[in-house]
């Protein structure tokens, strides 16, 4: 996809602060910080999270420098950014802000090659990485090269504000609030083609958002920061909602952490339940007779290449004769292994039946996911997750179908 | 009237040449002043982006020169600077500078500061980032001042007639000259041409803008 090496850098805020005096206070200003320290991965996602004047946009601006920390160091692969000179500091960190700033005179195509242009690429390299970038943000370069900002709806600016961001293909990005001033169906299909270039791309991010729900969902790590500047907790999704470090963070993730933990893993987690199955075309009657020797209530009817039907009642099963499609009942949900268990959940009770039914890509059946299966499993994990309080990503599930 | 036609179209017919040595006169009077006037106010617009504080003065200063009266900044320029070009265009100059100056910080100003710090984060350096985004984005402020100065010089040059000489006032001189020969059709036609001048001018720099500001037009293209 890209021809370029990714490369990511670690960052660590080293008691990093930043106070203001009173009258730049009486100004506006942003946030202060109190002796931050912070190691971030080469590659991760760090979303750092907080009601408004906790300091987190003061601490994201603090590592390219547009705010100068008033004590400590920031790292980046363990150089100290302030005895970088600035400007080429700036131009190797990426940059995405809510209000996006994109240069309104500029086609898109300039826009987002800014970066390249800056550093004096030649003009050819520059359109075709613009084009490129367009492309990857999911943009056709021949239909928005050209167009002005202007011209562009609101999620579309916002995927050239990232593609901007990524065009010199810098080892660190900073986002603040970058999905913020959109509708939310807009912002939730933005985050997950975010998640799913992250995959490829594997740059380390700095994430600003005031929302607890996006930091779990798009975090490796989440920081929940407390008015003050002061870190209230560092982990891992799953450490933070299943073991809130203290009520401040209770309450900031909201009396709903249970459901929200739900959110963090994927059908594919949890282990199957075994259905009694019926092929189309089957004798009835040995149907009847499966049904009763596992006791159960209902069966799910397979069409010839495995793919659930529907579930048929034991008692409706004919006397005689063979299975028919047309015996299944065809509203029963199916969902897929990358379904988050909090939609699993969610489609059981619109159904008001027991148990999903879970299929894999090609629609074939892999299993039943039950109420009780998902509330057992998620004690356990639970129990994984604060037991040694040890920094293991919370593992969003990656699709198994992928790996085959 | 005397049986005497109100404009003699033939007097005008007969001075043609007149016309365009008075039309060149005026542009001159015209362009000299506005570039002057331009340079002196960027400079100092610039240094209002940097020093916020100067804004204050600097109006104060070009709003003072505004309010002076043409006739009495000409009369009083003429024993210093004699019957050269600085008694006209001193004054003219400096009636160009409120108008340009507030317009070019205005122009600057109007920048939004998401711009601005998209600039910064991205690391364009100070000139850079005057010359590519804080520039072209005040340019229509800027050209709306430009219009606005333009169209009141060609007004106050014909003014500049009083100086005296043949070398001063562009059309006004045919004002000043009607006026003192009791001859109506020179009064009318230095009236009309010093007009036509204005709204031709105008024009051209309506065309210079939108060369200078394709995007402008986009975005009123979106609705």
Avoid at chain 2, 97 to 103: A, G, K, M, P, S
Avoid at chain 2, 119 to 143: D, F, N, S
């Amino acid at each position: 996809m890209v021809d370029t090496v990714h490369h990511a850098a670690t960052v660590d805020f080293d008691h990093v602060s930043k106070s203001y005096d009173p009258a730049a206070l009486k100004k506006g200003a942003p946030g202060a910080v109190q002796d931050l320290t912070l190691h971030i991965p080469a590659g991760k996602v760090c979303v750092l999270v907080g009601p408004s004047g906790c300091g987190k946009t003061t601490s994201l601006k603090m590592v390219n420098r547009l705010i100068e920390p008033t004590s400590g160091r920031i790292l980046l692969d363990g150089v100290d950014a302030a005895t970088r000179d600035v400007t080429e500091l700036r131009r190797g960190i990426g940059y995405v802000i809510q209000q996006i700033g994109l240069f309104p005179h500029q086609s898109i195509g300039e826009n987002v090659a800014t970066v390249p242009r800056l550093l004096g690429w030649p003009r050819a390299r520059q359109q075709a990485r613009a084009e490129e970038l367009l492309t990857i943000v999911g943009l056709d370069p021949a239909k928005y090269r050209d167009r002005y900002p202007a011209q562009l709806s609101g999620g579309e600016r916002q995927r050239v504000g990232v593609a901007r961001a990524l065009a010199a293909d810098p080892p660190v990005m900073l986002m603040d609030e970058p999905f913020g001033a959109v509708d939310p169906i807009v912002r939730d299909r933005l985050q997950n083609e975010f998640l799913r270039l992250q995959e490829d791309l594997a740059k380390t991010i700095l994430f600003v958002t005031h929302d607890i729900d996006e930091a779990i969902k798009m975090g490796d790590m989440v920081v929940v920061m407390q008015t003050g500047g002061h870190v209230a907790q560092v982990g891992t999704p799953a450490e933070i909602l299943a073991d809130p470090a203290s009520e401040f963070v209770a309450r900031f993730v909201g009396a709903d952490r249970g459901l929200k933990r739900l959110s963090l893993y994927r059908v594919a987690s949890v282990p199957l339940g075994e259905a009694v199955t019926a092929a189309v075309g089957e004798e009835a009657i040995a149907v009847r007779v499966r049904a009763a020797e596992a006791q159960a209530r209902e069966v799910l009817v397979l069409d010839a290449e495995e793919r659930p039907l529907g579930w048929l009642m034991t008692g409706d099963i004919p006397g005689e004769g063979a299975i028919a499609a047309a015996h299944a009942d065809p509203s029963s949900p199916q969902m897929d292994r990358r379904t988050t268990l909090k939609d699993a959940l969610s489609m059981l009770l619109d159904q008001d039946v027991q148990s999903g039914i879970v299929v894999d890509r090609t629609g074939r059946l892999r299993g039943l996911l039950t109420v009780g299966s998902v509330m057992d499993w998620m004690r356990d994990e639970r129990s994984r997750a604060t037991a040694d309080g040890d920094n293991t990503p919370p593992a969003p599930a990656p699709d198994p179908d992928d790996e085959a | 009237m005397n049986g005497k036609p109100f404009i003699d179209w033939t007097w005008i017919g007969n001075h043609l040449d007149d016309v365009v040595e008075k039309l060149g006169q005026h542009l001159m009077l015209l362009v000299i002043p506005m570039v002057a006037g331009f340079a002196i106010s960027f400079v100092l617009a610039i240094l209002a982006l940097r020093r916020p504080g100067t804004v204050g003065p600097v109006t104060l200063v070009t709003g003072l020169l505004y309010t002076i009266p043409s006739l009495a900044a000409f009369a009083v320029l003429r024993p210093i600077f004699g019957l050269s070009l600085w008694t006209a265009v001193i004054p003219l100059t400096a009636y160009t500078l409120l108008i340009l100056y507030r317009n070019t910080v205005a122009g600057f100003r109007a920048v939004p500061p998401e711009i601005h710090e998209a600039a910064l984060g991205m690391g364009y350096t100070a000139r850079t980032r005057l010359l590519r985004v804080e520039l072209p984005l005040a340019v229509p402020l800027i050209m709306a001042g430009i219009r606005l100065a333009s169209v009141t010089t060609i007004g106050l040059v014909t003014i500049a007639a009083v100086i005296g000489a043949d070398k001063f006032g562009g059309f006004g001189q045919f004002i000043t000259e009607g006026q003192q020969t009791s001859f109506p059709t020179k009064i009318y036609l230095g009236g009309v041409l010093s007009v036509v001048l204005a709204f031709t001018v105008d024009a051209l720099l309506v065309l210079v803008e939108r060369a200078l500001t394709p995007w402008a037009r986009a975005r009123a293209a979106r609705g």
